[in-house]
């Protein structure tokens, strides 16, 4: 049985211009940790791309690394992060900020549509007692837009959100480990998402789009910047090959290709969303990009699996589905005809 990929784009393959990226970069000798001249070209790349001129790229690992060690630069081991409560940095990263930021606290900020709501931020941040040594102060609001469950904030909305924060003082942080997919649905720049909007720094995430074994941090505060030198390298962050990174980061924002991988990923998704909604299930999220929760009862979901599709199962008869670069229409074809098949028996 020839299985169709849904559990997440995660489990895609790597584009095929990231690996001749790294094969390219395979050659000769290099300083190493970073000082190479690839990793200077990827500082180059990053500025032009997001349009800043003092913009600074750190390459890591993980999406979790990306988000703890952007966070700790950002807020002191006495201070709060505010997120929505479905938020990853909150709930799927294993408190990794909480201890790369020496104590740093997460709280959850509500809001509808899996999205921090500006009166729930306004709320949350006139119930603290400002000052008060005995209360972690809030230094950082994170955004995380493609949210967990598929929705968006718009351009105006991460401004709103940065607005109200940077009246108390806190910067923002742009948990953008879909940000292709949300620029893509939204047509808008990457500078006009970041730093533009009030973002301070941003989570760049690659690797469920295509890359290899590269995220990435991009910076605008300079304070901050000069923290990551740091941070990166006391928490292991500085590979010796770093040049294998950046250069996987260079091809995938070169020529647009992030977001023609995820043009892809979203553009299935909306024909799969489009070909589901006829059959009745319902719709947890609105898949604004490349992800959907529907609720299509435990019995279908289980002959679903049972005809091949991979998903997460989520309890109750709720399934996660996920597109990705690699998913074609002759995979959404078969995931209608088997989702139509398991509903109607």
């Not at 955004?143 to 929705?151: E, F, N, R």
């Not at 940065?162 to 742009?174: D, F, R, V």
């Not at 690699?326 to 074809?333: A, H, K």
Request: glycine share 10%; hydrophobic share 45%; aromatic share 6%.
């Amino acid at each position: 049985m020839t299985h169709i990929e849904f559990r997440s784009d995660n489990a895609a393959g790597v584009a095929p211009e990231i690996v001749q990226a790294v094969a390219d970069a395979n050659v000769g000798s290099v300083i190493a940790y970073g000082d190479d001249p690839v990793t200077a070209q990827l500082h180059d790349v990053v500025r032009e791309v997001f349009e800043h001129d003092t913009a600074r790229v750190f390459p890591v690992t993980s999406g979790t690394a990306a988000n703890a060690l952007a966070l700790t630069a950002l807020c002191p081991p006495w201070g709060a992060v505010l997120c929505h409560e479905t938020a990853h940095i909150l709930n799927s990263e294993g408190g990794a900020t909480s201890m790369l930021g020496g104590g740093a606290v997460m709280r959850g900020v509500g809001g509808d549509d899996f999205r921090m709501h500006p009166d729930e931020l306004r709320a949350a941040l006139d119930g603290i007692r400002w000052g008060d040594p005995h209360h972690s102060q809030p230094a950082v609001i994170s955004i995380t837009s493609p949210t967990d469950m598929g929705t968006i904030y718009s351009v105006d909305d991460i401004a709103e959100l940065a607005a109200i924060g940077a009246e108390a003082g806190m910067a923002t942080h742009l948990d953008g480990a879909r940000i292709a997919n949300a620029l893509v649905a939204l047509g808008c720049t990457p500078a006009e998402m970041t730093w533009k909007a009030g973002v301070d720094a941003v989570s760049l995430g690659c690797t469920k789009n295509g890359a290899l074994s590269s995220e990435a941090i991009v910076v605008f505060d300079d304070a901050a910047g000069d923290e990551l030198v740091y941070r990166t390298k006391r928490s292991g962050h500085v590979t010796s090959k770093m040049r294998f990174q950046s250069a996987q980061v260079i091809a995938y924002l070169t020529d647009d290709l992030w977001l023609r991988l995820a043009g892809n990923s979203n553009a299935r998704m909306k024909r799969l969303a489009a070909g589901l909604e006829p059959l009745g299930v319902r719709f947890v999220n609105r898949p604004d990009v490349n992800m959907l929760f529907v609720d299509v009862g435990e019995a279908a979901a289980a002959a679903m699996a049972e005809a091949g599709m991979l998903f997460y199962d989520m309890g109750g008869g709720v399934i996660r589905l996920v597109t990705s670069w690699q998913t074609t229409d002759d995979d959404i074809d078969r995931a209608l005809d088997i989702t139509a098949a398991a509903l109607a028996s």
